[in-house]
């Protein structure tokens, strides 16, 4: 199976030239995706262009991770519905540095290698060329009708926003960036985004008219769920591909909690697992779908392949400390911040910490805090054996809970019944 196969059976193909499979086909080839520096970590909907890098490099072709230093400072207008805050050059270079790290960890720099993966800045071209060297050796060879035909265009000038000059010319500063590895590296291929159609196909015209040269391009659909809200959000936010944005435990949660629909579209676009595996997976999936068997491995081979197999041990028990009775070690050996990651949706109550210095009754401190409605209530629950604390089954209406039950000083997990959780803080 060539590389345009394994894409379009993996759903990773949209718009394709002419003579890009059979360019693929004749030679190693060199090819480049582009990175936007809105900030010093990628999230996951940027996983899909460094899956496309990935794939290129184990098909044996050369990939070029390029890190727009030059074109964040004007912001990609492709299907925005207002101009993009402009960011300072510190902000800049800090965001270029953190995505550039990330990028490293999936990609094959090994300069023995023939098809060795490169990282590069565009604003490293740029920032020698001129305004008006640029308008007169480049901006002569595209049309404003040419431009202004692109869908990425026409949709913001027919809007109540408009569209600036700095945005406008976007098109044509992502244009040079090819030709720029065209004439540098003879880089003939430029993959991305299907919002990004109109700047890729703007770089090969360039190549043709400016250097005489043919040049190739192919997109990937942008990533939807099936309800048609937007993939990588959550309620807390974005999921990032940096652990300290988002915890590999809360990076884990998110894949496992993908309905069935999208967990077999994004098994084959977000794993490399092969084709016969996949299919064998999704005809066990159907037949039991109450077992979560794609969400589970969906889950595992992502976090993995983003964080590595500790943090993903680590999430896997995580998961299952709130549903078996077995994990109070566990509890007790995370740290705060790991703590309050696997416990995110959990109910907080508070108690002053002087109650536990002086030590308080169970009974009244389930009552006291609301964990129960009244003391009745806590007590029958705890003689009938259905409250847990810290995952340890409380024996008698006698217990005394003082400062030694705090997890990390601060923290108690009571668990009423089965399903019911509170996370006590002392304060």
């Not at 519905?81 to 540095?97: H, I, S």
């Not at 652990?243 to 309905?259: C, E, H």
């Amino acid at each position: 199976m060539n590389l345009i196969e394994e894409l379009r059976w993996r759903g990773m193909l949209q718009d394709m030239m002419p003579g890009t499979e059979e360019q693929l086909q004749k030679e190693m080839t060199t090819a480049y995706i582009g990175f936007d520096p809105t900030a010093a970590s990628l999230h996951i909907g940027s996983l899909v262009p460094i899956l496309l890098l990935v794939h290129l490099q184990k098909a044996g072709h050369k990939p070029l991770a390029l890190v727009g230093g030059a074109t964040g400072m004007v912001g990609d207008p492709s299907f925005k519905a207002e101009e993009r805050k402009m960011l300072d050059l510190d902000t800049l270079a800090l965001n270029v540095a953190g995505i550039k790290a990330q990028l490293e960890r999936f990609l094959d720099f090994d300069p023995a290698k023939p098809n060795a993966a490169e990282m590069v800045n565009n604003f490293d071209w740029f920032k020698n060329i001129s305004f008006l060297d640029f308008i007169r050796d480049t901006g002569k060879h595209i049309t404003v009708n040419y431009m202004m035909s692109k869908d990425s265009v026409k949709k913001r000038l027919e809007g109540d926003s408009g569209m600036s000059f700095t945005e406008f010319t976007y098109q044509l500063i992502q244009g040079y960036d090819f030709y720029h590895l065209y004439t540098a590296k003879n880089c003939k291929l430029q993959m991305g985004g299907s919002d990004q159609w109109g700047n890729i196909v703007t770089g090969t015209e360039l190549i043709r008219r400016k250097a005489a040269g043919e040049a190739f391009a192919f997109t990937c659909p942008l990533i939807k769920k099936a309800d048609g809200t937007k993939f990588g959000k959550t309620e807390a936010g974005t999921v990032w591909l940096d652990a300290s944005r988002t915890s590999p435990y809360m990076f884990y949660q998110f894949w496992l909690n993908t309905t069935d629909v999208d967990a077999e579209s994004y098994i084959k676009i977000f794993t490399f697992m092969e084709q016969p595996v996949v299919e064998e997976l999704i005809a066990q999936h159907r037949q039991t779908p109450e077992q979560r068997l794609l969400q589970k491995r969906l889950a595992q081979e992502v976090t993995v392949f983003i964080h590595g197999q500790e943090a993903y041990d680590f999430a896997v028990q995580a998961s299952e400390m709130l549903f078996k009775n077995d994990t109070a070690a566990l509890l007790v050996s995370l740290t705060e911040e790991q703590l309050l990651d696997v416990l995110t949706g959990v109910p907080q109550v508070e108690v002053p910490i002087a109650d536990l210095q002086a030590g308080k009754d169970i009974v009244s401190l389930l009552a006291e805090t609301g964990i129960f409605p009244s003391k009745g209530e806590a007590r029958k629950m705890v003689q009938g054996g259905g409250v847990s604390m810290n995952k340890t089954k409380i024996e008698g209406i006698d217990k005394v809970i003082n400062t030694e039950a705090l997890l990390r000083d601060k923290y108690i997990l009571f668990q009423k019944g089965k399903k019911n959780y509170y996370l006590l803080k002392a304060i």
